[in-house]
């Protein structure tokens, strides 16, 4: 596929032109190591580097046009155009040169601080039981018709983003269903992108490192529902959880098409009229414009029950029958490192969860959930990654002790920090709890307490060595990940391999 540069350029915002507008372009790229012959180059301007620097490595590997905020160095080999936001420049050249995919299917963006992930899974399943050919753009991959690629971000780059669209498009896809994270939506990820509907779950600390407040978060989070950035249907649906103060704040800007949810709000137009959050999973009751709904889901606590609502909410916006909603979530057992159960022998009579949590927020509504289903203790294991929103550690340490009755605090992914220095800021949240702290890790504290140990695998070796019959083992924070980021590396780990080769090795019976 070739395009010429005018083509690509049409409605783009150019403050300066130099060479052949006329010029074959062969595709579009943002990171010069991935440039091909007859490539446009975008130099985005980034937190650590600037794109700008690798112009001449772009130029020497053929690319024949510059797009840059900014150009130090003269060049003669390629054309070049200058614009004011390179971001959106490349979001803007992607939806062109792939001719605006996104207006072929229905589009649906899921935003929010937790639930993302579940949320598209269930809606997947929903829409694949209506006969529909579904793609999914989020965390743990982008996968439609027998295709998966590895998710390096949430939301992929625009050009990324458009390009697997364009490839969706030609395997007749019908729906896609996409986590819109705030950063792809602050950084115009999405820009052009034509969505039918969006789902918003809930808004709770996170990524203050790149907002800066609460406030900042959430109005990068309410562009999904304006057409600041992304480009809204016409007749576009908004999902709002109702129970959630950000979702009641977005829902007076909403004047039309808004499918509200709740679970206690009669006022919504869908809500819960029975809950049943047993061990074995939901059992629930709901309300809807069309009648009552039943739905069997083998997830578990009142935090899926959240995920199960959006995702029904959703589908009943859309239109989707009753049938194939509760089809649909009733299939679903599991998604990847969110509430999973790791396999342990029963005669342990232990069980063991590992979860993706990593805000205050989500860690006190998976801990909730255990805590309703623990005979004995519930211990926890957690850390805070590196070089991320530190005003956060504290807050879980908190949540951890108040709802833990014994805490391990260790490593998640440390990137540059030290790892011990991240958990002296998780430990005062602890301390403002009152937990005890335990030196002596050899043995098993009598009472409720909390300790330290930095290596991760070891954190939940000693987790598993304490845990007695009874007992529910919480591992935090990485849940489907399979690495572990030390410095700038990253290297293999996961908590679920850790859990099985120690249960392989030990000989202690329970």
Known sequence: MTKSLATLIEGLEVHESRGDMQTP????????????????FVALSGTHVDGADFIPDAIRRGARVVVAENASNSFSQASFLRVPDSRRALAKLALNFYENPSAHFQLIGVTGTNGKTTTTYL??????????????????????????????????????????????????????????????????????????????????????????????YFSAKTLLFRDDVS???????????????????????????????????????????????????????????????????????????????????TALGLGVSREAISEGLHDVALVDGRLQRVPVPPEWGVEVVVDYAHTPDAMEKALSCLKEMTRGRLIVVFGCGGDRDRAKRPLMGKVAARLGDLVILTSDNPRSEV???????????????????????????????????????????LALSWATSG?????????????????????PFDDRVVVQDYLLRSKRPL
Not at 25 to 33: E, F, H, L, M, T
Not at 431 to 458: M, S
Not at 477 to 484: D, I
């Open 25 to 40: 372009v062969s595709g579009i790229a943002y990171d010069s190591r991935r440039v091909e012959a007859g490539n446009v």
């Open 123 to 216: 809606l997947e399943s929903i829409l694949k039981k209506a006969g529909c050919l579904v793609g999914v753009v989020g965390t743990l991959g982008y996968r439609w018709a027998d295709k998966r690629k590895t998710a390096p971000m949430t939301t992929p780059e625009s050009s990324d983003l458009q390009r697997f669209f364009s490839e969706m498009n030609e395997d007749r896809v019908t729906h896609v269903i996409m986590e819109v994270s705030s950063h792809a939506l602050a950084l115009r990820r999405v820009e052009g992108c034509l969505f039918d509907v969006g789902v918003f779950t809930n808004l709770s600390q996170d990524h203050l490192d790149f907002h800066a407040t609460m406030q900042g």
């Open 231 to 313: 480009t809204r249907a016409d007749d576009f649906v908004s999902v709002i959880n109702i129970d959630d103060p950000y979702g009641r704040r977005l829902r007076e800007e909403i004047k039309e098409n808004l499918w509200s949810y709740s679970t206690t709000d009669r006022e919504a137009r869908v809500w819960v009229k029975r809950a049943g959050l047993e061990h074995s999973g939901i059992q629930t009751t709901l309300a809807t414009p069309h009648g009552d709904l039943e739905i069997a889901s083998p997830l578990l606590g009142r935090l899926n029950l959240y995920n199960l609502l959006a995702a029904a909410t």
């Open 419 to 461: 790892p011990a220095a991240i958990v002296q800021e998780i430990e005062p949240g602890v301390k403002t709890i009152g937990l005890p702290f335990h030196g002596q890790i050899e043995r098993a504290p009598e009472g409720k307490a909390y300790t330290i140990e930095v290596d991760r695998k070891q954190a939940i070796e």
């Open 471 to 491: 007992d529910v083992v919480f591992i935090g924070g990485k849940g489907h990940e399979t690495y572990q980021i030390i410095g700038a590396r990253a290297f």
